[in-house]
């Protein structure tokens, strides 16, 4: 099934969801004629549709917002915390090329501090899928959860098969000790290249995928913390406030001291294709795994 397909059975099933946009229709171009009563596109008006929505919501509608992820979570952020936020209200709110899927656009598109701006509204939750499997196989659940939700759209293609989402519990391949790397999104595909790549290299090494960086699952990172030597947090996000700045809050929350190595950006990105992106920036699976090997 593709997006498209998840969410028009959902309207099907019930007559409370609503599709609404800001001239974003990537993800289901074909859908709004099948769909004329619970589809609203409001143009390019990010805080309007954000302010409509949570009218929708407060009448009982359950409303799924699409527009690209910087002009969503940063120039409607106000009406996201106040209207959306602090009412508790089921928006669902999407991202469009969140991190590097952004590649050709430059610091203006470049929705690198998204994770952080979201989770630090109380309320909110966060998915952020490997890929498009990840993503179809949890949009049902983000959706019908009775909480507000930010999630990252992942349409890349998958490198394995996911198991359905549980909001708040990570998905772990591999049970090494030498190694923990903890990802979200987009940069999981890399990551699981670059477990086989150490794995050659003979560490043992154990992959988690964050899929809900809010609620976090704090059994799986701190079983990761107990019993691997080395933590890696990977992420196409400013290293403030996202995975890296996660994991250092449950750490002291739970006082434990970790190694803990990040690889996420400093700053924005060169804008370039995609995979000219990932070499320059050194998030490619092979500079990922020489980058953990030189500091281990």
Not at 123 to 146: H, R, S, W
Not at 164 to 172: R, Y
């Amino acid at each position: 099934m593709t997006y498209a397909d998840i969410v028009l059975e959902l309207i099907n099933e019930d007559d409370r969801y609503m599709i609404m946009t800001s001239e974003n229709r990537a993800a289901f171009r074909a859908l709004p004629p099948l769909i004329p009563k619970n589809f609203i596109d409001t143009g390019i008006t990010e805080q309007t549709m954000i302010g409509m929505a949570a009218g929708l919501a407060l009448r009982g509608r359950v409303p799924v917002v699409h527009a690209l992820a910087t002009f969503l979570t940063m120039r409607a952020f106000e009406f996201i915390r106040t209207d959306v936020g602090i009412g508790n209200l089921p928006v669902k709110v999407v991202g469009a090329v969140p991190g590097f899927l952004s590649d050709g656009n430059g610091p203006t598109h470049q929705a690198i501090e998204d994770v952080s701006i979201m989770r630090g509204i109380p309320n909110m939750n966060v998915f952020c899928p490997a890929d498009e499997d990840d993503m179809l196989k949890g949009l049902k659940t983000m959706i019908q959860y009775p909480s507000p939700f930010y999630m990252r759209y992942n349409p890349t293609q998958a490198l394995v098969e996911h198991s359905p989402l549980e909001i708040g519990k990570a998905e772990t391949f591999g049970d090494g000790t030498d190694i923990a790397i903890l990802v979200y999104g987009f940069l999981f595909g890399e990551a699981f290249k670059a477990k086989k790549i150490l794995e050659e290299q003979g560490k043992s090494v154990r992959l988690i995928n964050i899929r809900t960086p809010k609620p976090i699952d704090e059994d799986a990172v701190l079983n990761a913390v107990r019993e691997c030597k080395q933590i890696v947090t990977i992420e196409d996000h400013l290293i403030t406030g996202g995975l890296y700045s996660i994991i250092g809050e449950l750490l002291l929350k739970n006082k434990i001291a970790a190694d803990v190595l990040p690889i996420a950006l400093k700053t924005w990105f060169k804008p370039a294709l995609l995979n000219d992106v990932l070499e320059y920036e050194g998030f490619t699976a092979e500079k990922i795994s020489q980058t953990i090997l030189n500091y281990i």
